[in-house]
């Protein structure tokens, strides 16, 4: 069945510095992965899909990278802040249809000032 | 817009006891899913519709009930709660097509199994 792995540490960094979280899969080929973000309390939010056919997305402060030969995605938020700390959760489609979403259990993302 | 609202917000219920955790969506989404989500783990899904009428298993499906007697609610049922329930639990929708199969997600329900 299909895995997604996310680093379980908290990534620490300093405000300003570049974040960089990794998501790895197996035993799948996606047609495309998604990047959520969520908050302690909170519900996840989308933030971007990337497609098997593009090596690399980008939005605002956010780079997207997918490597369907490595079977990863990594995540990059440029000139971190503060408001950046959050869970970020790697999400592929389920093999069965593209309604069905597989999550990651993210990586927790510290930017101190 | 609301977007999607979930009932209660917290709740600790004793073995054996049953509850509905209510999903309600007002942008006219046609699916809807039920996930719950523990430490460590990824949000896993439960149950899950693709129209009024229709419900499925997904991938932890054991100990739940579902219903969606209309489009904009998704109802979970818990008929007799067991310890192994306590989570976070999260609704979801999406619509049926979209370029980004973006779901949009609830605030969560916080369930303790006493």
């Known amino acids: 069945s299909q895995k997604i792995e996310q680093n379980s540490e908290a990534l620490n960094i300093q405000e300003g510095k570049t974040a960089t979280l990794t998501c790895n899969y197996t035993?799948?080929?996606?047609?495309?992965l998604q990047w959520y973000r969520q908050d302690p309390g909170r519900g996840p939010v989308f933030l971007l899909l990337?497609?098997?056919?593009?090596k690399e997305k980008r939005k605002e402060r956010l780079k997207v990278t997918f490597d369907t030969t490595l079977k990863q995605s990594l995540f990059h938020i440029t000139a971190s802040q503060p408001a950046d700390s959050a869970t970020y959760l790697c999400?592929?489609?389920?093999?069965?249809?593209?309604?069905?979403?597989?999550f990651g259990a993210g990586t927790r993302l510290f930017v101190k000032a | 817009n609301a977007g999607v609202t979930q009932t209660p917000k917290f709740r600790v219920l004793k073995t054996g006891q049953s509850m509905t955790l209510l999903c309600a969506q007002d942008m006219n989404h046609e699916y809807m899913y039920w996930y719950r989500q523990d430490p460590g783990m990824g949000l896993r899904l439960i149950h899950y519709?693709?129209?009024?009428?229709?419900?499925a298993k997904g991938e932890v499906p054991d100990g739940y009930n579902v219903s969606r007697l209309k489009k904009q609610n998704f109802l979970l049922g818990l008929e007799s709660a067991a310890p192994s329930q306590t989570s976070v639990y999260f609704c979801?929708?999406?619509?049926?097509?979209?370029?980004?199969?973006?779901?949009?997600f609830g605030p969560g329900t916080r369930l303790t199994v006493l």
């Open positions: 035993n799948y080929s996606p047609a495309y």
């Open positions: 519709s693709v129209g009024e009428g229709t419900t």
């Open positions: 979801a929708s999406s619509w049926r097509t979209r370029a980004n199969n973006e779901q949009f």
């Open positions: 990337i497609r098997e056919n593009e």
């Open positions: 999400a592929l489609p389920g093999d069965t249809g593209g309604f069905k979403t597989i």
